[in-house]
């Protein structure tokens, strides 16, 4: 698996392409930030082709890039969470209405369901866990023979995702993290929406809001 990361806009949203490997231009989009345009440069100028985007949640801060990455790739499948879905069309609902900015997509092509599932694109597995709690609808990607999660705003290096937003709730938001995530492979490498990357062990050991 190849991972480039890109942080864009204002809140620096870690957007990450994923490859199978060198050979391969097909790839994976998780989370295209506000700001896209570096974005889409990096992709022209290695010429992937992103088949699906991958959206850990629905704030704006997150989805600000898919309509820019549809105008220059019509065929990519947008996938989010049921619960979040309606976030992608509603400006007001993803939180950039209160931003003053009116991020607005079109509806997702791919619904995923409330319950842990695999999800295949761009010849990449997954396994996909539901893990609400800053959005009803959040999920991380889990590669288990890599080694590797996704774990969009549900866990930080020393932090974990707000809950005060609309939908967010703290007590489900733990949970979440002791049941699906602390029980991962301690080596697990933990990929972050926002900052740097961590591993599960680091998390069990050293985050204020888990030890």
């Known amino acids: 698996m190849i991972i480039d990361t890109i942080a864009l806009g204002d809140y620096q949203t870690n957007c990450f ?13 998780i989370d295209p930030g506000m700001e896209a345009a570096p974005l889409v440069q990096m992709l022209k100028k290695n010429d992937y082709i992103p088949v699906d985007i991958l959206l850990t949640h629905g704030h704006a ?15 990519v499948r947008v996938a989010i969470s049921k619960d979040d879905a309606t976030m992608l069309t509603s ?26 599932t695999d999800y295949e694109a ?9 893990t609400p709690g800053h959005t009803p609808g959040g999920i991380c990607l889990y590669a288990a023979d890599e080694g590797i999660l996704f774990a969009g705003d549900t866990l930080f290096a020393g932090s974990i995702g707000r809950s005060d937003f609309p939908g967010g709730n703290h007590r489900i938001l733990i949970d979440m993290i002791r049941q699906k995530l602390l029980t991962l492979p301690e080596q697990t490498t933990v990929y972050t929406g926002h900052g740097p990357a961590t591993t599960i062990g680091n998390e069990k050991t050293s985050n204020p809001f888990l030890t």
């Open 17 to 29: 392409c994923v490859r199978q490997n060198e050979e391969t231009s097909d790839c994976l989009i």
């Open 61 to 75: 801060d997150h989805i600000g890039g898919v309509e820019l990455i549809r105008q220059h790739w019509p065929d």
């Open 91 to 116: 400006p007001a609902e993803n939180l950039s209405l209160m931003a003053g900015t009116m991020v607005q997509a079109q509806p997702a092509e791919i619904l995923l369901d409330s319950e842990d």
């Open 122 to 130: 761009a010849g990449l597995r997954f396994k996909i866990l539901h």
